[in-house]
């Protein structure tokens, strides 16, 4: 039986397709045109068969892909819990970035030495994101920190460049712009930004909105001058130097930081020195935690208050629980969290060793899970940096021991002292206070030794003098 002859009229049909926002194809022509036979009495068309897909998924001819159209990323929001976790579990070294679902553009940026609130936002279309600051975190909460984003980003956007090629590569318009802009560059490498940044933004907060365009040599100096605090004044000159001196080398401004003048009288240098006296009374107070803890290692080792609110379980080499074996002890405190930008390796007392089994089982009391172990700062990294409320702690310890008048770095110049006056040979008191060079440079040049024997009998020698002044085994 032969076939039916059948009539078909060949048909064409044009569809639009936009092209995916997030995938732009090249060379891709939205006009899809599909053919297809249909006959003239009628009667339901051949079934159409796709053509195998030869060059991928998303080729131009075969996209949209089949199946519902991807939803664009979305971000959930920040929660105290979140952002205080992260923090806590965060490596030495490491920096986190964590944004806000909440608040677009809400970024919490945390680094060794700060954690900031920033505002990444896009004032114009087609320029590039800016970054701006917001704050420091925990002093601006999560709540306060999305108003002040909200309000900064409609500011933000309100606001004209002062020029286009300002605007275009994004440069830094004002003074606290720049200071925000070194801080995360060449700033985020020195241990002491905090404070330097703290010191700048106090003594200059009335040009801090000033644009760099209008900010001339004169007014910097006239508000230095005018600054109550000469001392403060003194380091605001020595910390803004090297963040001007940066940029005006990339072309951000045009004044020449190294006529900066410091107030008269400011740089005094401090010879403040407890007393026995006055040890006397501060090591009766002290106790072996919190703050009280770290005066006393600040005291047994002579190191700087970063240095030993900074450090991490895994730096030591205790040699046994609770001080045994205390002979072996060793701190060795990595090159980044120097002043010196070099490893610096110190020798424990026996009564050293004692104090931090004490810091250190209160810190696994306090952490059930067991959390304080290798890897986790002494006291969960409380006490360092801006949340240390170290200038709280110091004023109520003067009314507790009734003292007055020293400052916490006098600990590291009374101990070198204590040594000076029981014999320690000068290079070995040099080596104690972590200093670079011991003898002189040609010297250093050739004899490297750290005198790590000699070092380890000062340490006990300074402990030995501590108990001796309260009549005591331990303090």
């Known amino acids: 039986m032969g076939l039916e ?6 048909e064409v049909i044009v569809r639009k397709i936009p092209a995916p926002r997030d995938q732009p194809l090249p060379n891709c022509n939205p006009t899809v045109m599909c053919y297809f036979s249909r006959p003239l009495d009628n009667r339901p068309p051949p079934p159409y068969h796709e053509p195998p897909r030869r060059f991928g998924p998303q080729h131009p001819r075969f996209w949209p892909p089949a199946g519902p159209t991807p939803l664009p990323k979305t971000l959930p929001p920040l929660t105290i819990a979140e952002i205080n976790a992260a923090i806590r579990t965060r490596l030495p070294a490491q920096r986190l970035e964590l944004r806000d679902g909440a608040c677009p553009g809400l970024v919490l940026r945390a680094g060794p030495t700060s954690t900031l609130w920033t505002l990444q936002v896009r004032t114009a279309p087609g320029q590039p994101r800016r970054r701006y600051e917001i704050g420091p975190y925990p002093q601006i909460t999560l709540a306060v920190a999305r108003r002040l984003a909200a309000h900064k980003r409609d500011e933000a956007k309100s606001y004209p460049s002062s020029s286009p090629s300002d605007s275009s590569s994004g440069s830094p318009l004002t003074l606290s712009e720049l200071v925000a802009t070194y801080g995360s560059t060449n700033g985020s490498l020195q241990p002491s930004w905090y404070d330097a940044d703290k010191r700048i933004r106090h003594v200059l907060a009335a040009l801090l909105a000033t644009p760099l ?4 040599l004169p007014t910097l100096q006239r508000t230095i001058d005018a600054h109550p605090s000469r001392s403060s004044a003194a380091a605001c000159v020595r910390y803004v130097r090297p963040v001007l001196r940066w940029g005006r080398k990339r072309g951000y401004l045009s004044l020449d930081a190294r006529d900066l003048e410091q107030p008269k009288r400011s740089n005094v240098v401090r010879e403040r020195v407890l007393s026995d006296d006055e040890l006397r009374a501060v090591l009766t107070e002290l106790t072996h935690a919190g703050h009280d803890a770290a005066v006393r290692i600040m005291l047994l080792t002579a190191c700087r208050r970063e240095e030993i609110c900074g450090a991490r379980w895994d730096e030591f080499a205790l040699g046994g629980a609770h001080g045994e074996g205390g002979e072996a002890a060793l701190w060795t405190i990595p090159r980044e969290r120097t002043k010196q930008k070099r490893a610096h390796v110190v020798p424990l007392s026996s009564e050293a060793v004692r104090v931090l089994g004490l810091v250190r089982e209160q810190d696994v009391r306090e952490h059930t899970e067991g959390r304080a172990c290798q890897g986790v700062r002494l006291w969960d990294g409380r006490l360092a940096g801006r949340n240390g409320n170290w200038d709280r702690y110091q004023k109520k310890l003067f009314e507790r021991t009734d003292t007055a008048g020293w400052h916490r770095h006098d600990l ?25 060079t011991a003898h002189s440079r040609i010297a250093s040049v050739y004899n490297k030794s750290r005198y790590q024997k000699e070092h380890r009998d000062a340490m006990e020698l300074l402990a030995r003098y501590y108990c001796k002044l309260l009549s005591l085994r331990n303090i």
């Open 412 to 436: 590291r110049r009374t101990a070198a002292t204590i040594l000076g006056r029981s014999g320690v040979a000068p290079h070995i008191v040099e080596v104690v206070l972590g200093h670079t």
């Open 213 to 216: 365009a209008r900010l001339t």
């Open 5 to 10: 002859p059948t009539t078909y009229c060949l």
